[in-house]
């Protein structure tokens, strides 16, 4: 008989609760459900066996890596599924001008385009990124990198992109919202994951993904609590902050977790992956569900 009335003062709290998805699980309960990663790198002197391990230690059961084109066979053979790879088409480096500094260079690659065109084309690779449109700054670009939008090379990545309806995982920081609209704007058939929700403050990233449909975003470094120069916690005091939890409850639909992966950041999945169950703990499960691999299944899992 008690537990009856416990279960029938649960259902009646449920129906009317204000959180759109029923009852959030318990204050300081962890999320216990599936972990994809929306945003990995595979660097150059890594390998993919040595990130499939990283991620399956950590707990995590898929996740979006980003590497070079050619490497996607072996990536497959690795990960036997667990990977779903993205490309770019332009190719970071750095180069030595005159007698002076190395300096970085982002140029685009046509037979590397070909390339993606074609792996895209047979399922081996799911999208484009980290496409760097705009980053002010980052260990490997001090500087920053600048691409135009509406140039020649950037046009031909987005037609590609919009002809086998790939999203195109952008890093385009905030100060830089106007161009980001335009983006957005010109190009209505083209999905766009935003990297680092663009380090935009919440109500603005918010009030852009409002007014674009086509726009979706990862947490990677402001969720990080190991990396403070990019954080934005969503967590203080023990409770997720008024602003990030109304956006995390609106637009549960759009957003999706990352972690930034590389082979020098691995010591982090294991802590990053129990933050973000912390975090997703205090969302009602409907939404956490979403954030936590939903929408990462149905934005690059559609076959």
Avoid at 63 to 74: E, I, M, S, Y
Avoid at 163 to 170: G, K, L, N, Q, W
Avoid at 175 to 187: E, G
Wanted: aromatic share 10%; proline share 6%; glycine share 8%.
């Amino acid at each position: 008989m008690l537990m009856a009335n416990r279960l029938a003062i649960l259902l009646l709290a449920a129906l009317l609760s204000p959180w759109p998805g029923g009852l959030p699980a318990m204050a300081g309960e962890p999320y216990r459900g599936v972990l994809f990663d929306a945003h990995a790198h595979l660097s150059k002197r890594s390998t993919p066996e040595r990130a499939f391990a990283d991620f399956k230690n950590a707990g995590f059961e898929k996740a979006v890596l980003f590497a070079d084109v050619k490497r996607a066979g072996d990536i497959a053979e690795a990960g036997k599924g667990f990977f779903l790879v993205f490309a770019d088409p332009f190719i970071r480096d750095k180069v030595r001008v005159d007698s002076g500094p190395k300096e970085v260079r982002y140029q685009f690659s046509g037979d590397r385009l070909s390339r993606i065109g074609k792996a895209l084309e047979g399922g081996r690779v799911r999208g484009f990124g980290e496409i760097y449109f705009r980053l002010g700054w980052a260990p490997f670009a001090p500087d920053g990198i600048v691409t135009d939008i509406e140039g020649d090379d950037a046009k031909r990545l987005l037609a590609v992109a919009k002809s086998f309806d790939a999203p195109v995982h952008i890093h385009l920081d905030a100060k830089h919202v106007d161009i980001l609209r335009r983006l957005l704007t010109a190009n209505p058939g083209v999905r766009f994951v935003l990297a680092h929700c663009g380090f935009f403050k919440p109500a603005d990233l918010g009030a852009l993904l409002d007014g674009h449909p086509n726009l979706f975003a990862e947490t990677s470094l402001v969720f990080n609590p190991f990396i403070e120069r990019f954080a934005n916690l969503p967590l203080e005091d023990g409770d997720l902050k008024a602003d990030w939890k109304a956006l995390l409850l609106r637009h549960a639909g759009r957003l999706m977790i990352g972690t930034d992966y590389t082979a020098r950041r691995a010591d982090q999945l294991p802590k990053l992956a129990a933050y973000y169950r912390q975090v997703l703990g205090f969302l009602p499960a409907v939404e956490a569900d979403k954030i936590a691999h939903g929408n990462f299944s149905r934005l690059f899992m559609k076959d």
